[in-house]
T-cell receptor
């Protein structure tokens, strides 16, 4: 079932190091942003979200940073583990329109032993 | 703790055949979605249902039909499959259509030959 994620940019990180995955979004009117993790052969899994009235939000081992000035979103994963290997993609939307969510193509995170 | 369940997981169809992808969620969500995911592209919305009894076209609806059978179930039908419909299909749901987390199923790998 591995047909998803071909030709994606890849980020290789040493186990235990921090990972930073970046995303540029397209619509300056977007006010809700989500990061998803997708493991091989599985569906996307919600990681963390952030609304446009915030610049930073922290979860368990993950932090999302939002820079509205340059329309940039980043996901920081602390102390990267083998289980973090996956494709990560961001999504943007207007809060009142879940049917208008735009998903990014994703970045593959590869963990080096 | 099933979440979003979709069947079948894998299917091979001949051009012109029809089939229905089934999806059910047990989270009492109002909104449900069908996406397709192709290599090198982000998730694209095929159809969505904001609530029981309503369905609307998404970004790529051609060649598909949907039925929101009840609050739990949302099926996707291919009436006459084409090779261009070879893809991974994801069903998803959210509490409502306003800025809520979207939960995805595990995916259905469809190949049309």
């Amino acid at each position: 079932g591995e047909s998803v994620g071909l030709h994606l940019p890849t980020l290789s990180v040493q186990e235990g190091d921090n990972s930073i995955i970046n995303c540029a979004y397209s619509n300056s009117a977007s006010d809700y942003f989500i990061w998803y993790k997708q493991e091989s052969g599985k569906g996307p899994q919600f990681i963390i979200d952030i609304r446009s009235n915030m610049d930073k939000r922290q979860g368990q081992r993950v932090t999302v940073l939002l820079n509205k000035t340059v329309k940039h979103l980043s996901l920081q994963i602390a102390a990267t583990q083998p289980g973090d290997s996956a494709v990560y993609f961001c999504a943007e939307s207007l809060m009142n329109r879940d049917d208008k969510i735009i998903f990014g193509k994703g970045t593959r995170l590869h963990i080096l032993p | 703790n099933a979440g979003v369940t979709q069947t079948p997981k894998f299917q091979v169809l001949k051009t012109g055949q029809s089939m229905t992808l089934q999806c059910a969620q047990d989270m009492n969500h109002n909104s449900m979605y069908w996406y397709r995911q192709d290599p090198g592209m982000g998730l694209r919305l095929i159809y969505y249902s904001a609530s029981e009894g309503t369905t609307d076209k998404g970004e790529v609806p051609n060649g598909y039909n949907v039925s929101r059978l009840n609050k739990r179930e949302f099926s996707l039908r291919l009436e006459s499959a084409a090779p261009s419909q070879t893809s991974v299909y994801f069903c998803a749901s959210s509490r409502s259509r306003s800025g809520n987390t979207i939960y995805f199923g595990e995916g259905s790998w469809l190949t049309v030959v």
